[in-house]
């Protein structure tokens, strides 16, 4: 199999086993221990502990957490995916305090592998939209939902 076919694989793989199924005891088959999860300049965390603890915040945050991938590309070396995050707020996240408010939101992450598992990852939400669904900010005048 050529490794690109492989590397989508494994971002399709993370997605469905550790975000979405939280099947924590494959953390190890998927990145390394030096791994990062760069999403300057909110958040920069490190360590496989880290993949475990942001799996975990998201789920304790958002009743029903999913991630529902539209586009996964990699290459020998890189993952993309496209996707889109959703569930209801039942917890807190950040300064906001829990809503119960469905939001639905996208994200885009690039993760580098090596030794065929992940390195490195960089991401970027949508976080404005989320918090618009949240009400912790207003809509942006002029703005419609066609």
């Known amino acids: 199999m050529h490794q690109s076919t492989k590397n989508k694989e494994l971002g399709l ?14 953390i190890p088959d998927y990145f390394t221990e030096d791994f990062i999860a760069d999403y300057s300049p909110r958040v920069v965390r490190s360590g496989r502990d880290a993949v475990r603890a942001m799996v975990e915040s ?47 939101y996208d994200e885009i992450v690039i993760m580098q592998v090596r030794d065929e598992k ?5 991401g970027v939400s949508d976080v404005l939209l989320a918090l618009q669904q949240l009400k912790a900010i207003p809509d942006p005048a002029g703005f419609t939902d066609a």
Request: hydrophobic fraction near 40%; include cysteine; aromatic fraction near 12%.
């Open 118 to 122: 992940v390195c490195h990852q960089r």
């Open 13 to 26: 793989a993370i997605n469905r086993d550790i975000w979405n199924a939280k099947r924590f005891d494959l």
């Open 58 to 104: 998201s789920h304790s945050t958002f009743e029903d957490f999913k991630e529902t991938v539209h586009l996964a590309i990699a290459d020998e070396e890189y993952i993309v995916l496209h996707f889109t995050i959703s569930g209801r707020q039942v917890g807190d996240w950040g300064p906001i305090k829990a809503t119960g408010r469905f939001v639905s």
